[in-house]
T-cell receptor, first 113, second 114 residues
């Protein structure tokens, strides 16, 4: 149980492109979903927290107009990196929880050329 | 942002050896979680702890929620090559609110020599 699916697993695109990443809870309803960014050999850095049907809460220093989060249903949240630039290249990971601990997707490796 | 003090930063051991790692904080936590992350993948939950003093096992893994609520340890017994990876502790602060945001350790990188 508690399976979280994240898609795509890898994206390579040109600078200026907008990229959408999907996060789905497959066998449970996720009241809260989280989006993280992870740099090589570092810990997870929380970007934002989203609850179904409400606006996401962004962490300090994270541009909400740059990283658009939509949590339209209890099983789906999306992160859109708008007008991506090379400095946005990173490993993005989502997690989801209902009442228990967070369960994670397998991450999306984003490379902006 | 706030982070937990996790140690050791890395370990290189022989197959069959036991491993111990821990996390400490100056703040009180309501929940301690231990995750393992393999390269290029998301973290996988190993053990969740919810009560001070709680000792929980998952196969060869054992973790404890410290009595002071400010620390936790994870032990791995009789290590095997597939134990290789990065282990993260994460905690939820008392009064974290409904979103249950986690505070993360910096990770312990484990290498096992067959």
């Amino acid at each position: 149980g508690a399976v979280v699916s994240q898609h795509p697993s890898r994206v390579i695109c040109k600078s200026g492109t907008s990229v959408k990443i999907e996060c789905r809870s497959l066998d449970f309803q996720a009241t809260t979903m989280f989006w993280y960014r992870q740099f090589p050999k570092q810990s997870l850095m929380l970007m934002a927290t989203s609850n179904e049907g409400s606006k996401a809460t962004y962490e300090q220093g994270v541009e909400k107009d740059k990283f658009l989060i939509n949590h339209a249903s209890l099983t789906l949240s999306t992160l859109t990196v708008t007008s991506a630039h090379p400095e946005d290249s990173s490993f993005y990971i989502c997690s989801a929880r209902d009442r228990g601990p967070q369960h994670f997707g397998d991450g999306t490796r984003l490379s902006i050329l | 942002g706030q982070q937990l003090n996790q140690s050791p930063q890395s370990m290189f051991i022989q197959e069959g050896e036991d491993v111990s790692m821990n996390c400490t904080s100056s703040s009180i936590f309501n929940t301690w979680l231990w995750y393992k992350q393999d390269p290029g993948e998301g973290p996988v939950l190993l053990i969740a702890l919810y009560k001070a003093g709680e000792l929980t096992s998952n196969g060869r893994l054992t973790a404890q929620f410290g009595i002071t609520r400010k620390d936790s340890f994870l032990n791995i017994s009789a290590s095997i090559p597939s134990d290789v990876g990065i282990y993260f502790c994460a905690g939820q602060l008392r009064g974290a609110g409904n979103n249950r945001k986690l505070i993360w350790g910096l990770g312990t990188s484990l290498a096992v020599n067959p």
